[in-house]
């Protein structure tokens, strides 16, 4: 049985032309593909991808899925540098440097704190250890065998370590009310990464307030936005002013994000293969994005449609391959998902299954040796 690893990657390149929102602005604008521009799964610095069949120390897995949790932080602007401060304990000096470059005008600033605030703060606080949930791995972890258990033990308490250091960091430097303030101020300058996080966690705000913010950040450009706009407007859990084609408009928009977003780019893979509104089917597409979906670490699409496709469109060992690819990920602790027993077995069990074809297990090399350093440079577990 596959194991299916779905890896959601939000993480925005060089920006391209944008499509309107705007009463009685029809969105036009599609994926044009240049020969000057950049790859889009080109990864921004070369990362050596480790051994993908074994699993890494249980520190280093840990310090792989924190890392992968704050590397969303570039989305609003933040370096590779200020990433790996924060993910090697350094919060209390990195929020006071954020908050006096918030304080001077500076809205990457104002909006690495606002996600901080909102997300990972939250996240910390909850999952610093002591809770029924990790009680109860830990009891699972008493089934697996003594070098399993012991592994997974340390990992839980480098990451408790961590969370309860992050949690009394924000605790003791982080307010809301000021930082919803610059955020608030520079969404009013048009910034789209402020418009997009007032649209998700502005408070005492309505939803017809909170969904012009999200319209307002498709607008200005912001790849996250764009593809939330577009789902919510398939979906029907969101709407265009009148006069705007709400199917047009939000193919147009999941066409621009998917340049940008790995994720999306699998969204548009799935609507192309059964149809969406504004999105005709076309099997063809439909396969090339999915693979250049998984080249860059998203694998929902290839997933969900591979074993649906004839053969000759795509080889049954090839939707293998790419799950076992998506485990290898898994093992190194490249994802957003929580450290628990059943994420550790489902990956060593996927590696190590007797069922898998050599030429699926050969394939699944070849992605890795191609792709496995774009991928966890896009996941953001390295850099």
């Known amino acids: 049985m596959l194991l299916v690893v779905s890896v959601a990657v939000w993480v925005a390149s060089a920006k391209h032309g944008h499509p309107s929102v705007q009463a009685g602005k029809p969105l036009t604008a599609v994926r044009e593909k240049r020969a000057e521009d950049s790859p889009a799964s080109a990864p921004a610095k070369l990362v050596v991808a480790p051994d993908p069949w074994t699993r890494p120390s249980a520190k280093v897995v840990a310090r792989h899925l924190r890392r992968a949790r704050l590397s969303l932080l570039k989305k609003f602007g933040a370096s590779e540098k200020l990433v790996d401060r924060l993910t090697d304990g350094d919060a209390p000096a990195v929020i006071e440097e954020l908050k006096q470059q918030a304080r001077r005008g500076d809205p990457s600033a104002a909006n690495i704190l606002e996600y901080m605030a909102y997300s990972i703060c939250g996240f910390s606080g909850v999952n610093g250890g002591g809770g029924p949930s990790q009680a109860q791995q830990l009891m699972d972890a008493q089934a697996l065998p003594l070098q399993d258990d012991e592994w997974m033990r340390t990992a839980l308490q480098e990451k408790n370590g961590y969370d309860q250091q992050m949690a009394t960091a924000c605790q003791q430097a982080i307010d809301k009310n000021e930082i919803d303030t610059w955020v608030s101020s520079s969404a009013k300058q048009g910034n789209g990464a402020s418009l997009w996080l ?111 496709l004839q053969a000759d469109l795509m080889d049954p060992d090839e939707v293998t391959a790419w799950n076992l690819a998506g485990a290898m990920l898994s093992q190194q602790g490249c994802s957003y998902g929580g450290l628990t027993v059943q994420w550790m077995t489902s990956a060593a069990s996927a590696l190590t299954s007797n069922s898998i074809s050599d030429k699926a297990k050969a394939l699944a090399d070849q992605y890795w040796r191609n792709y496995g350093a774009q991928m966890m440079a896009n996941i953001g577990c390295a850099p």
């Not at 999200?214 to 969101?238: E, I, K, R, S, V």
């Open 198 to 308: 007032l649209s998700r966690y502005g408070s005492g705000r309505g939803s017809e307030l909170k969904e012009q913010k999200l319209m307002d950040a498709a607008d200005a450009g912001y790849p996250d936005a764009q593809a939330f706009l577009a789902q919510g407007l398939m979906n029907g859990t969101a709407h265009l002013p009148a006069g705007l084609a709400a199917d047009d408009n939000a193919a147009n928009l999941l066409k621009v994000a998917a340049d940008s977003l790995p994720n999306a780019e699998s969204t548009l893979a799935v609507c192309e293969f059964k149809g969406c509104p504004g999105i005709a089917a076309d099997i063809p597409s439909a396969v090339a994005h999915a693979r250049e979906a998984a080249q860059r670490g998203s694998f929902d699409a290839i997933m969900q449609i591979g074993p649906q």
